[in-house]
């Protein structure tokens, strides 16, 4: 991803899985920007913009539905960690925030 003069930056996304879940084979979709792209459970790292905001969304998708969106709109100024948890049911909203406790 690139911005019109080209400054990026890394961010950390960490994706959590309920330890217990009533689904299985469902895996998570990541989008920024726009462009979705399917990702693992656990730790990554993601290119973004770095003088503007980037709005970063989960879901996840099993090939008959999706469920647990969220989405985070993260800023230059936000520390580069986000931490994604998934719902415990297969209907419900995932959360997205800063790592560390701050909230959107």
Same mark, same amino acid.
């Not at 969106?69 to 209907?91: C, G, K, M, T």
């Given at each position: 991803?690139?911005? @019109?003069?080209?400054?990026?930056? #890394? ?5 959590? $899985? %309920? ?5 299985? @084979?469902? $895996?998570?979709?990541? &989008? ?5 792209? %399917?990702?693992?459970?656990?730790? @990554?790292?993601?290119? &973004? %913009? *770095?003088?503007?905001? *980037? &709005? ?13 969106? *969220? ?9 580069? *960690?986000?931490?994604?948890?998934? %719902? &415990? ?5 995932? #959360? ?6 701050? #909230?959107?």
């Amino acid at each position: 991803m690139s911005t @019109g003069d080209g400054t990026t930056r #890394r961010i950390e996304l960490t994706l959590h $899985k %309920p330890w217990f879940a009533l689904y299985a @084979g469902f $895996k998570p979709t990541l &989008v920024i920007e726009g462009r979705g792209q %399917p990702t693992q459970w656990g730790l @990554g790292t993601w290119q &973004v %913009p *770095a003088d503007r905001p *980037a &709005v970063i969304g989960l879901f996840l998708f099993n090939r008959l539905w999706r469920f647990g969106r *969220a989405e985070f709109a993260i800023q230059p100024q936000h520390a580069p *960690a986000l931490v994604y948890r998934a %719902p &415990v049911l297969p209907f419900g909203r995932g #959360r997205i925030r800063l790592r560390g406790g701050s #909230r959107r």
